[in-house]
């Protein structure tokens, strides 16, 4: 299971002891000292709003009792990806023309630093107080750097905290800043027996990262297992490896990943977006970073033997990417069971010889990307059984994707129906705004066994009763619900009410779940 983020039991702040302060928003005066403070004293932590000391209090006295306090705790790494607008130029340093990277960087720790609490997740930009973030900035989204979980508020809702909420003196924002590319190509290998034609299956896809086509996908998946975070640790160690020039004859380190399990579960879209994650977190250390896409039908070739040559060929132009030290390059061959059947099988059922070369192709040409420490190959399938022994000793990782649980199907229902009324498909017509529980919350409800009479409370009840039905649907069954149940509702009219929808709902999971599930 994938712990949600909470705070260790040493950092909770019922353990530590933290100077008497008055706090006071709406004083800007005092911000703006409550700044300079920031930017004159390194060792000092702004604990959210202003500091209103009184005149007989000395002030280092209080400073260093924020230090006392900073040694005391061991801050936890908090990942700030800044997308910034196309339009905006940005530079590396402030002689250059544009926008200085650190100028952001600094703009982004003041935001931060006048915050109480940092709330993990998509920031509102509308909500950021410095208006130059508020034009500059396209996206802002908080995480933490490496899973951290409380023992102590472990008990049978465990792993469902939906959301952390985090004091700003117990992290360390490390900023990433970024801009999205628009640039994506297509291409198709040249067989020797033919021209290509405008209606060939592009052999692979290139996109430059990070890329507008995968801006939030990473937020939007959802596993049970520690699958993003075991991506992350693993890119991260490579990188490591790399900078040591570590030998890969001694230590076998093939840059392979392999995904196996049902289909829908999020395989191909998880190899996308460790591949943007990339893209961002690392847009300082390479020149250019790239996706690769490989469609393994389109390497078949209806000409004898030119199935294998079409491979190699095809993993000559990567190479030539990859002679670039300063280009990073993921490649992700999605369903690659029909490039490494097993030679075992093809021989004992007579299958033709070109089989067995594309699977030898497709060997050796991965052992050649093992001298560059600027990869990462990323493959996915529903039949690992099928796939050939050799392929299987090569991987690194083989790590399967399980269908969703309870609380991941819960998520993505919530997340789907909150869309929906983000962009007033679904309009709420009473006062009080529409908002789900957390899981942890509906579960506890549901536990008590107590009737209430609050609307949203019964919305969330009504999504965890759905969520409970659709145990064998795969996330991409589920995010497919709520647009299935629109169309059938569609002559109560647009925007419809979030009553009706959520009754349709009930009733499609009720008398028609069978046939939604594929």
Same mark, same amino acid.
């Given at each position: 299971?994938?712990?949600?983020?909470?705070?260790?039991?040493?950092?909770?702040?019922?353990?530590?002891? #933290?100077?008497?302060?008055?706090?006071?928003?709406?004083?800007?005066?005092?911000?703006?000292?409550?700044?300079? @403070?920031?930017?004159?004293?390194? &060792?000092?932590?702004?604990?959210?709003? #202003?500091?209103? $000391?009184?005149?007989?209090?000395?002030?280092?006295?209080?400073?260093?009792?924020?230090?006392?306090?900073?040694?005391?705790?061991?801050?936890?790494?908090? &990942?700030?990806?800044?997308?910034?607008?196309?339009?905006?130029?940005?530079?590396?340093?402030?002689?250059?023309?544009?926008?200085?990277?650190?100028?952001?960087?600094?703009?982004?720790?003041? +935001?931060?630093?006048?915050?109480?609490?940092?709330?993990?997740?998509?920031?509102?930009?509308?909500?950021?107080?410095?208006?130059?973030?508020?034009?500059?900035?396209?996206?802002?989204?908080?995480?933490?750097?490496?899973?951290?979980?409380?023992?102590?508020?472990?008990?049978?809702?465990?792993?469902?905290?939906?959301?952390?909420?985090?004091?700003?003196?117990?992290?360390?924002?490390?900023?990433?800043?970024?801009? @999205?590319?628009?640039?994506?190509?297509?291409?198709?290998?040249?067989? &020797?027996?033919?021209?290509?034609?405008?209606?060939?299956?592009?052999? %692979?896809?290139?996109?430059?990262?990070?890329?507008? /086509?995968?801006?939030?996908? %990473?937020?939007?998946?959802?596993?049970? #297992?520690?699958?993003?975070?075991?991506?992350?640790?693993?890119?991260?160690? /490579?990188?490591?490896?790399?900078?040591?020039?570590?030998?890969?004859?001694?230590?076998? %380190?093939?840059?392979?990943?392999? @995904? +196996?399990?049902?289909?829908?579960?999020?395989?191909?879209?998880?190899?996308?977006?460790?591949?943007?994650?990339?893209?961002?977190?690392?847009?300082?250390?390479?020149?250019?970073?790239? @996706?690769?896409?490989?469609?393994?039908?389109?390497?078949?070739?209806?000409?004898?033997?030119?199935?294998?040559?079409?491979?190699?060929?095809?993993?000559?132009?990567?190479?030539?990417?990859?002679?670039?030290?300063?280009?990073?390059?993921?490649?992700?061959?999605?369903? $690659?069971? &029909?490039?490494?059947?097993?030679?075992?099988?093809?021989?004992?059922?007579?299958?033709?010889?070109?089989?067995?070369? $594309?699977?030898?192709?497709?060997?050796?040409?991965?052992?050649?990307?093992?001298?560059?420490?600027?990869?990462?190959?990323? *493959?996915? *399938?529903?039949?690992?059984?099928?796939?050939?022994?050799?392929?299987?000793?090569?991987?690194?990782?083989?790590?399967?994707?399980?269908?969703?649980?309870?609380?991941?199907?819960?998520?993505?229902?919530?997340?789907?129906?909150?869309?929906?009324?983000?962009?007033?498909?679904?309009?709420?017509?009473?006062?009080?705004?529409?908002?789900?529980?957390?899981?942890?919350?509906?579960?506890?409800?549901?536990?008590?066994?107590i009737m209430y009479h609050n609307f949203n409370i019964q919305y969330s009840m009504c999504v965890l009763n759905i969520a409970k039905k659709i145990d064998k649907f795969s996330g991409r069954n589920i995010r497919k619900l709520p647009f299935i149940v629109l169309t059938h509702s569609y002559h109560y009219g647009i925007p419809i009410s979030i009553d009706k929808f959520m009754e349709k709902l009930e009733y499609f999971i009720s008398n028609k779940r069978d046939s939604l599930q594929v």
């Amino acid at each position: 299971m994938e712990y949600p983020a909470t705070i260790p039991a040493s950092l909770n702040r019922s353990s530590r002891a #933290t100077p008497k302060i008055e706090y006071r928003q709406n004083n800007k005066e005092s911000q703006d000292s409550c700044l300079d @403070l920031v930017e004159d004293s390194s &060792s000092t932590t702004n604990f959210g709003y #202003t500091n209103i $000391v009184d005149s007989s209090t000395n002030l280092r006295n209080i400073e260093r009792e924020y230090t006392n306090i900073n040694k005391n705790i061991c801050k936890i790494p908090l &990942s700030v990806e800044v997308c910034i607008h196309e339009n905006i130029e940005i530079s590396n340093n402030r002689e250059m023309n544009g926008i200085s990277r650190d100028i952001i960087a600094r703009k982004i720790e003041k +935001y931060l630093l006048l915050q109480a609490n940092v709330k993990l997740g998509r920031v509102e930009i509308c909500t950021i107080g410095d208006s130059f973030l508020r034009k500059i900035c396209k996206d802002i989204v908080l995480s933490l750097m490496s899973p951290v979980k409380l023992i102590e508020e472990r008990n049978t809702c465990e792993n469902t905290c939906d959301e952390s909420i985090i004091p700003i003196y117990q992290v360390h924002p490390i900023i990433f800043i970024y801009q @999205l590319n628009n640039d994506s190509y297509e291409y198709t290998l040249e067989e &020797s027996n033919r021209e290509v034609n405008s209606s060939d299956t592009p052999t %692979w896809q290139h996109w430059e990262l990070p890329n507008e /086509s995968f801006h939030g996908l %990473w937020e939007a998946l959802h596993y049970d #297992t520690g699958i993003k975070q075991q991506l992350l640790d693993y890119a991260s160690a /490579s990188l490591i490896l790399s900078d040591h020039s570590i030998n890969c004859n001694v230590i076998n %380190w093939n840059h392979l990943i392999l @995904l +196996y399990g049902s289909p829908g579960t999020g395989k191909t879209s998880i190899s996308r977006a460790i591949a943007q994650k990339i893209g961002i977190r690392y847009s300082s250390r390479y020149d250019s970073i790239h @996706l690769i896409e490989i469609s393994a039908h389109s390497l078949f070739s209806k000409w004898f033997s030119e199935s294998g040559k079409l491979v190699v060929r095809l993993f000559t132009k990567i190479r030539e990417v990859l002679e670039n030290s300063n280009s990073f390059v993921t490649l992700v061959i999605d369903e $690659v069971e &029909s490039l490494t059947s097993a030679r075992k099988q093809c021989i004992s059922r007579n299958e033709p010889s070109d089989s067995l070369r $594309v699977v030898n192709a497709l060997l050796t040409q991965i052992d050649s990307l093992k001298r560059y420490p600027n990869t990462l190959i990323m *493959t996915t *399938t529903n039949i690992p059984d099928a796939i050939d022994d050799a392929f299987l000793d090569r991987a690194d990782l083989k790590i399967f994707i399980p269908l969703p649980s309870l609380y991941t199907r819960y998520l993505i229902l919530v997340e789907c129906i909150q869309e929906f009324i983000k962009k007033n498909i679904i309009l709420n017509k009473r006062d009080i705004p529409t908002e789900f529980l957390s899981f942890r919350d509906v579960i506890q409800l549901k536990q008590d066994n107590i009737m209430y009479h609050n609307f949203n409370i019964q919305y969330s009840m009504c999504v965890l009763n759905i969520a409970k039905k659709i145990d064998k649907f795969s996330g991409r069954n589920i995010r497919k619900l709520p647009f299935i149940v629109l169309t059938h509702s569609y002559h109560y009219g647009i925007p419809i009410s979030i009553d009706k929808f959520m009754e349709k709902l009930e009733y499609f999971i009720s008398n028609k779940r069978d046939s939604l599930q594929v």
